[in-house]
């Protein structure tokens, strides 16, 4: 199976940066894409950011020229550099990973979620 540890919230005022980190571990064999999504309260789970392998990272308008997702291949990790954060920022931020594990003698595709973490910007 294949795990996924976030870290990096927290509380910053508005206009403040954070960044997100998150790393995935386990028997995996390739990862095909990586990205963050966001919940506020009372609101549907949303695309943040999302980058797959070799191709160019998609954003939400909302988070254009503020927010910069970065993967490091090499240490299965993804990053979300957030600048510039508005109070509309604010809720759990959820890393996903998909692509292919070893299963045994076999390569299963997997899907899968961090914990999530607490992003609050607030003065």
């Known amino acids: 199976q294949v795990q996924l540890v976030e870290s990096g919230g927290g509380l910053v005022q508005p206009g403040g940066s954070l960044r997100l980190s998150c790393a995935a571990s386990?028997?995996?064999?390739?990862?095909?894409?990586m990205g963050w999504y966001r919940q506020a309260p009372g609101k549907q789970l949303e695309l943040v950011a999302r980058?797959?392998?070799?191709?160019?990272?998609n954003y939400a308008d909302s988070v254009k020229g503020r927010f910069a997702i970065s993967r490091d291949n090499a240490k299965n990790t993804v990053h979300l550099q957030m600048n510039n954060l508005k109070p509309e920022d604010t809720a759990i931020y959820y890393c996903?990973?998909?692509?292919?594990?070893?299963?045994?003698?076999?390569?299963?595709?997997?899907?899968?979620w961090g914990q999530g973490t607490q992003v609050t910007v607030s003065s």
């Open positions: 980058m797959p392998s070799g191709g160019t990272p």
């Open positions: 386990g028997s995996i064999f390739s990862i095909y894409a």
């Open positions: 996903n990973a998909s692509g292919t594990y070893y299963d045994g003698p076999r390569l299963t595709d997997f899907g899968t």
